[in-house]
């Protein structure tokens, strides 16, 4: 079955760069766009970006524009996503997810923290 | 950017109640549109497609409809695990947007 497995929790300071991991299993990894959203506490849910791991095509949301990247590695199956010059307001729930939004990793909390 | 209005907020109501949640967006995404559920510290998991495709494994009490820029998911008779937030979401263009969410809880 499918399954996106994302690494764990991060504590990072403000001004500092994080980098979240998401492993894919149970498809073919260059067939499916992936995409990242993120969630605050007790907010909704926000996109940040997809990219295309058979291609390596990306394209981010004006918002983080500056500040995400993604990568993709398809000989592991996995993306990156790296959010650099974190602030307070970057503490949430980050999620990578398929690209027909029908299968979710089980989010990754980072906290921005002095 | 495509806005995604959802009402309400949230609703208090009973098991055995009909829900009816609904979706607008602000232009139109033909049925580019998913439902969502959440429960607390969970991943969202999708509920419907396509505005009114079931996705497999989810009770038929969920339905979907609309398109263009109007649409609704109702549950027909609540289940006790069906107290949870609901969301949109609009795939026609990037960026996704989502509606601000409904937590149906218990009355």
């Known amino acids: 079955q499918v399954q996106l497995v994302q690494s764990g929790a991060e504590v990072k300071k403000p001004g500092a760069s994080v980098k979240v991991s998401c492993k894919a299993s149970g498809y073919n990894f260059t067939d499916s766009f992936l995409h990242w959203v993120r969630q605050a506490p007790g907010q909704g849910l926000e996109w940040m970006g997809w990219i295309s791991p058979g291609t390596g095509k990306r394209k981010y949301s004006r918002k983080f524009q500056d500040r995400v990247t993604i990568i993709a590695d398809t000989s592991a199956s996995t993306a990156d996503m790296e959010l650099s010059s974190l602030r307070s307001e970057d503490t949430a729930l980050y999620y990578c997810?398929?690209?027909?939004?029908?299968?979710w990793g089980q989010g990754t909390l980072v906290t921005v923290s002095s | 950017d495509i806005q995604m209005t959802q009402s309400p907020s949230s609703l208090s109501t009973s098991v055995g109640d009909r829900v009816t949640i609904t979706c607008r967006a602000s232009?139109?995404?033909?049925?580019?549109l998913n439902w969502y559920q959440q429960k607390p510290g969970k991943a969202p998991k999708l509920l419907i497609y396509?505005?009114?495709t079931l996705q497999s494994g989810v009770p038929s009490r969920f339905t979907g409809s609309g398109s263009g820029t109007d649409f609704t998911l109702t549950i027909s008779s609540l289940q006790p695990e069906d107290f949870a937030t609901y969301f949109c979401q609009q795939h026609y263009i990037t960026p996704w947007t989502f509606g601000q969410g409904t937590k149906v809880d218990i009355k």
């Open positions: 997810v398929t690209g027909g939004g029908d299968h």
């Open positions: 232009q139109y995404i033909y049925s580019y």
């Open positions: 396509a505005a009114s």
